[in-house]
């Protein structure tokens, strides 16, 4: 795997409660984004960043938010975990070239359940 | 409404056989398409990536094709073998050439010995 790592890898929450969690990265690439999986929905973004301090919202960011305050860092937070959150999450990271587009290098991901 | 489709949720295939995956669109209008491969607990590895102006594209058993016209890609693997078996993702950028990537929501593939 590229140098990407989620913590926690499994996490069990309360409903209503706060959760953050951790993609590390030391790839040195410029966007990083957070993803959720579930069946039936395939990937779907909830926000990605492009830079240090700069985010921006996904398909499905309601209810979540993210903060980038160093390149190798992308949190993402859950204010108040619901249950419609229990999902696998997955960061990725990816690093334009100049005058082209490149792939996307996933994490190994987190499994959260909000009961 | 913005869509991508892939053409079935499984695919059973013998081995030996070429295996085809399908991979649809409606209401974008992609750069490129990219494909993706998903073990069970793992995240998504990337494979192929294949621009608006190439009709085709290889790696080693690997064949991506194109068709902007008809807004589809076909992913094929051939001689397939039983560790091929795997859920392919299909993806596309969002915004037009852009690094935010829309994904399909993948076929299951199991080859069978």
């Known amino acids: 795997d590229a140098g990407i790592t989620q913590s926690p890898r499994h996490k069990v929450t309360e409903t209503g409660t706060p959760v953050t969690l951790r993609c590390h990265q030391t790839?040195?690439?410029?966007?990083m984004y957070w993803y959720r999986q579930d069946p039936g929905h395939g990937l779907r973004l909830i926000h990605y960043?492009?830079?240090?301090?700069?985010?921006d919202k996904g398909e499905v960011s309601d209810g979540y938010s993210v903060s980038r305050s160093k390149t190798e860092d992308f949190l993402l937070t859950l204010e108040s975990a619901t249950s419609s959150q229990t999902s696998v999450y997955f960061c990725?990271?990816?690093?334009?070239?100049?005058?082209?587009?490149?792939?996307?290098?996933f994490g190994q991901g987190t499994r959260l359940t909000v009961v | 409404s913005q869509k991508i489709e892939q053409n079935s949720e499984a695919l059973n295939i013998q081995e030996g056989k070429t295996a085809t995956l399908t991979c649809n669109y409606t209401?974008?209008?992609?750069?490129?398409l990219q494909w993706y491969r998903q073990d069970p607990g793992r995240g998504p590895v990337f494979l192929l990536l294949i621009r608006e102006n190439e009709k085709e594209k290889r790696k080693e058993r690997l064949k991506v094709t194109f068709d902007t016209t008809l807004k589809q890609s076909l992913f094929h693997i051939t001689a397939s073998q039983p560790a091929d078996s795997a859920t392919y993702l299909c993806?596309?950028?969002?915004?037009?050439?852009?690094?935010?990537?829309?994904f399909g929501p993948g076929t299951r593939l199991s080859v069978l010995p």
């Open positions: 993806a596309l950028d969002r915004s037009r050439g852009g690094q935010n990537f829309v």
């Open positions: 990725a990271i990816s690093e334009p070239g100049t005058g082209r587009t490149t792939e996307a290098f």
């Open positions: 790839e040195n690439h410029r966007y």
């Open positions: 209401n974008y209008s992609p750069a490129y």
């Open positions: 960043s492009y830079g240090v301090k700069d985010t």
